[in-house]
Nanobody
Framework: QVQLVESGGGLVQAGGSLTLSCAAS????????MGWYRQAPGKERELVAH???????KYADSVKGRFAASRDNAKTRLTLQMNSLMPEGMAVYYC????????????????WGQGSQVTVSA
């Protein structure tokens, strides 16, 4: 299986910065794409940034130019640098890893971190 452990959430003033990290362990050779999602109270989980198997990064329009996602080549560490945070960015942030098709024997297709609370004060 794949385990994802997040760190780095917390409280920040509007306009400030935070960095989230996600450490992957277990069958990391089975990880394909990775990404960051967030879920605000009363809202559905939404994509923040997606990194394809080949390293192409796609961002939600709402964070373009302010957030930067990165991943190491071994797919064991995922980060999200968040700059110019706004109150609308307050949410629980989750890292996500999708398994390679060849690893069909793993129980899950999608693996999730435990979630990191990001609170932005106005």
């Amino acid at each position: 299986q794949v385990q994802l452990v997040e760190s780095g959430g917390g409280l920040v003033q509007a306009g400030g910065s935070l960095t989230l990290s996600c450490a992957a362990s277990g069958e990391t050779r089975c990880i394909s794409a990775m990404g960051w999602y967030r879920q605000a109270p009363g809202k559905e989980r939404e994509l923040v940034a997606h990194i394809s198997t080949g390293g192409y990064i796609k961002y939600a329009d709402s964070v373009k130019g302010r957030f930067a996602a990165s991943r190491d080549n071994a797919k064991t560490r995922l980060t999200l640098q968040m700059n110019s945070l706004m109150p609308e960015g307050m949410a629980v942030y989750y890292c996500d890893a999708v398994r390679e098709p060849v690893c069909w024997y793993l129980l899950e297709y999608d693996y999730w971190g435990q979630g990191s609370q990001v609170t932005v004060s106005a």
